[in-house]
Nanobody
């Protein structure tokens, strides 16, 4: 599968962005889709994930209440709606697909699963 991420950009603190990740291949009921981010000098972290077949989701504590992950199964696309952004959200955001639960995506490495190219999100204060 190929994952194409888009929607990044530069916003001021308090602003909003919506990221999209379109998958070119099949996403099975056993898959979860997620969004990771990596800031300079920091490890890649899972910020949100959703099961493809049901309503299970995962959110990192730092984004709960501000980020919402959703999926459009007909379009094979996953979205990340981000509101009330702050400087700490500045990072390259990556979408990913993996077999297993949303929470299990925390164990992904760059060598596992499928990854899209990153999209830069920059929040200025």
């Amino acid at each position: 599968v190929q994952l194409q991420a888009s929607g990044g950009g530069s916003v001021q603190a308090g602003g909003s962005l919506r990221l999209s990740c379109a998958a070119s291949g099949r996403i099975l009921s056993s898959h979860s889709m997620g969004w990771f981010r990596q800031a300079p000098g920091k490890e890649r972290e899972l910020v949100a994930a959703t099961a493809w077949s049901d309503s299970r989701t995962y959110y990192a504590d730092s984004v709960k209440g501000r980020f919402t992950i959703s999926r459009d199964k007909a379009r094979n696309t996953v979205f990340l709606q981000m509101i009330n952004l702050n400087a700490a959200d500045t990072a390259v955001y990556y979408c990913a697909r993996n077999v297993g639960s949303p929470r299990s995506m925390m164990g992904m490495t760059p060598a596992s699963g499928s990854w899209g190219q990153g999209t830069q999100v920059t929040v200025s204060s």
